[in-house]
């Protein structure tokens, strides 16, 4: 498979990069949405051996270098955008493979295009979101560094408040602070519970970030679900683990 610079793609006035390799045939094109603080280019190591199908990665707005949302976006509007490009590049089939917030994005584009989604990958992805102690610190966290600690002279001490809660995105990406609060408000079992196609969730034991026991709530959610768990493998199991998730791949599109 012959590595690309990407191409880029206006969608609703948003400039955005996305790599396109087609095949002959009729088979859904395979759609890799990458996570939050990653980009299209995180999948590139692995997606050569998929390249008996067609393939589509992009960089998700505001990351990659791409425009950031020109208002504060939620799940539903990222999953709106990607429906978009499948729109505008005329894909009418598509299975989507997405790694943690891309996971969510993939889940909520299926709920909406159901007839053109025959499968569905969650690789260690988010969206399982309980009332426990840590979001409700999160909560307080946010309290306490408005407005005072949002001055720069408190920028280390409100930096260190969210590292301790294990917010390291949101520090991350200030420029989409009101989002990423949004995404994470939003549990997506009510989602998931529409959701009729079949779905792979793909998870290393050992994801800090994502743990193995949301795996098993999503798949008792779901009506058609299978959970792999990839032994020595954290929250990127497919870099972590490579050969065992192409092959728990290309297993799971065999049965589509």
Known sequence: MEQQTGRQILIDSL???YWWWPVS?????????????????????????????????????????????????DL??????????????????AILV???????????LTAIIPDKVPGLVLVDASGIRAKTLRVKLYKTAAKLVSPVFRL??????????YKSLGFEDYIATPYLTVSYRKIIAEDLRPTLAKINCPVLLMW???????????????????????VQVIPGAGHFVFLDKPEEFNRTLNNFLNTL
């Open 204 to 226: 290393g034991n050992k994801d800090k970030d994502t743990p193995i026991t949301h795996a098993y709530i999503m798949k008792n959610t779901l009506k058609k679900a299978v």
């Open 25 to 73: 045939g009729n088979k859904p094109v395979l759609v890799f949405l990458h996570g939050w603080r990653s980009d299209g280019s995180v999948w590139f190591s692995i997606i050569k051996s998929f390249n008996n199908y067609p393939i589509l990665v992009l960089n998700l707005p505001g990351f990659g270098g791409t425009d950031p949302p020109k208002k504060d976006w």
């Open 152 to 161: 720069p002279a408190f920028a280390s001490i409100r930096n260190n408040i």
């Open 76 to 93: 539903s509007d990222y999953a709106q955008f990607v429906n978009q490009v499948l729109v505008k590049l005329d894909i009418r089939k």
């Open 15 to 17: 400039l955005t990069r």
């Open 98 to 108: 997405g790694h943690s917030f891309g996971g969510a994005v993939a889940a909520k």
